[in-house]
Nanobody, 125 residues
Framework: VQLQASGGGLVQAGGPLRLSCTASGVTFSSYVMGWFRQAPGNEREFVAAIARSGIVTYYGDSVKGRATISRDNAKNTVYLRMNSLKAGDTAVYYC???????????????????WGQGTQVTVSS
């Protein structure tokens, strides 16, 4: 199983961010997908999760209203869009796949079975 995240890099404060994560070796539509992030010295933080169908989504408090998670099961890809980026959004962003019953549990990192390698996002002011 591989989760390949892309789209990170240096982004301007106040600007948008678009991350993608493509899965291989897994029946993508069977998994809840999530995004987490980790800044230096901080614990891994929940960003967003999306149910298998793509209909139900959940967001962390720090990104609620600024982030949108979506998925394309035909392309085995999950997306994260964020706007109004702030310095506090600087982190390594990870995508994850979890074979869990309830997407609400996707807020919890231990519920995930597979993780991507992470992509660095740095917000410059």
């Amino acid at each position: 199983v591989q989760l390949q995240a892309s789209g990170g890099g240096l982004v301007q404060a106040g600007g948008p961010l678009r991350l993608s994560c493509t899965a291989s070796g897994v029946t993508f539509s069977s998994y809840v997908m999530g995004w987490f992030r980790q800044a230096p010295g901080n614990e891994r933080e929940f960003v967003a999760a999306i149910a298998r169908s793509g209909i139900v989504t959940y967001y962390g408090d720090s990104v609620k209203g600024r982030a949108t998670i979506s998925r394309d099961n035909a392309k085995n890809t999950v997306y994260l869009r964020m706007n109004s980026l702030k310095a506090g959004d600087t982190a390594v962003y990870y995508c994850a796949a979890g074979n869990m019953y309830n997407a609400y549990d996707g807020r919890l990192a231990p519920k995930y079975d597979y993780w991507g390698q992470g992509t660095q996002v740095t917000v410059s002011s």
